[in-house]
Structure formats: structure tokens, C-alpha cells
């Protein structure tokens, strides 16, 4: 069983930044997915970013590209995810979620394991 605890939300205005952190805890696989969604209200849960804990292979939306950076800190099993130049469109609330298989790192339904969120908004 995988627990994730998010932190580091907050209100911020649009150019701004915020550094958000998932801490994983009781799993003993080698390596995970882990992604961070976001959800507005009204809206479907989207993908943001991903990253391969194996080898550090990372995925983006388009809408966050050269925005967003996903990192990880393997010492501290945490991974975090950069938000520079924020948008009143990236106000949602972003979760952690973690898979020990692949496939498609984009589908919410891959991931087993999800964080209880943590939520960020940009104001203009």
C-alpha cells in the first residue's frame, strides 16, 4: 500500500510561482509512476505532469510545458512539481497519484494510489 501526502499549495497571482511536494510512503517497489493531476471544479480530472522514478523519464501536457518541472528527491521518496509563470487557468485542485505499472502515464485509471490533494489558485 502506497500512502501519498501532498503539500505546498497556496494562492499566488498569475506570473507567480509555487512548489508543490508528494511524500510517498509504505511501498516496497523499486521504482513508480508518479504523476500530478488537477481538477477544477466542473471539470474532468486532467493530467499535468509525470515522471518515471526508474529512470527520471518525465512527461508534460502541452499546457504546462516550459512552465512545470516534475522532479524527484529518491533520499526523501518525495516528488515535486515547479509551477513558474502561473495562470488563472492552472486554479484547480492538483493531486499526487502513484502506479507501479505503466502503460498509458496520462490515464487517471492507470494509478492506484492518490494523494488527498492539495489546492492551488492563480488570481489575475
Known sequence: QVQLVESG???????????????????TYSSLYMGWFRQAPGKEREEVAVI???DGRTWYVDSVQGRFTISQDNAKNTVALQMN????EDTAMYYCAASQVGGNVFDPTTYSYWGQGTQVTVSS
Do not use: H, W
Open 85 to 88: 509563470s502561473l495562470k488563472p
Open 9 to 27: 499549495g497556496g494562492s499566488v497571482q498569475a506570473g507567480g510561482s509555487l512548489r508543490l511536494s508528494c511524500a510517498a510512503s509504505g511501498y
Open 52 to 54: 518515471y522514478t526508474g
